[in-house]
T-cell receptor
């Protein structure tokens, strides 16, 4: 059964820092990996989706990388801002034949201090 | 932009009541999902549907049922609500047949409290 782990569980940084969030998964036979953002009491917003054939995806100040062989992904946030404060979750398909039925990590709660 | 709308933001129900949570998406997505999210347990899949009238159990289907009579609407039903079903419920949808690589879009969530 696929398991997804995110470290650290919480992170507090001063505004302007570059930071890296980590995600690891146990079964490397994945179609893709998604990173989501969740604001308190709200739903999730998809930030980036990396397909299994890709190494990374970029959107603005966000860059996500994928290393299937080692079962790892990182989300890099450049020049962090207070508005980036949220919980960030990664997710992978539960198994090869389940379409996009996802298994989620526990999330990293990020606080960016002004 | 894709919109996934959950009918209620907050709900308070009594133990034993039958509860309906409604979700509508406006992008003609085939796949729809119901998750619950609890502190320390993360997101767990309850049920999903990849087509009208089709449904499959997720990780924690006990105590729940679903209905997908129309492509845009996916309902979660708590037949007899219990206090351990107090949770944040999140609906999601995506395009693509099974095995696809499309993004998942979430609604804003329904915070259900069962007293």
């Amino acid at each position: 059964k696929q398991e997804v782990t995110q470290i650290p569980a919480a992170l507090s940084v001063p505004e302007g820092e570059n930071l890296v969030l980590n995600c690891s998964f146990t079964d490397s036979a994945i179609y893709n990996l998604q990173w989501f953002r969740q604001d308190p009491g709200k739903g999730l917003t998809s930030l980036l989706l990396i397909q299994s054939s890709q190494r990374e995806q970029t959107s603005g100040r966000l860059n996500a990388s994928l290393d299937k062989s080692s079962g790892r992904s990182t989300l890099y946030i450049a020049a962090s801002q207070p508005g980036d404060s949220a919980t960030y979750l990664c997710a992978v398909p539960a198994n090869n034949n389940a379409g996009n039925m996802l298994t989620f990590g526990g999330g990293t709660r990020l606080m960016v201090k002004p | 932009d894709v919109k996934v709308t959950q009918s209620s933001r907050y709900l308070v129900k009594r133990t034993g009541e039958k509860v309906f949570l409604e979700c509508v998406q406006d992008m003609d997505h085939e796949n729809m999902f119901w998750y619950r999210q609890d502190p320390g347990l993360g997101l767990r899949l309850i049920y999903f549907s990849y087509d009208v009238k089709m449904k499959e159990k997720g990780d924690i289907p006990e105590g729940y049922s679903v209905s997908r009579e129309k492509k845009e609407r996916f309902s979660l039903i708590l037949e007899s609500a219990s206090t351990n079903q107090t949770s944040m419920y999140l609906c999601a949808s995506s395009f693509a047949p099974r095995g696809g690589n499309e993004k998942l879009f979430f609604g804003s969530g329904t915070q259900l409290s069962v007293l």
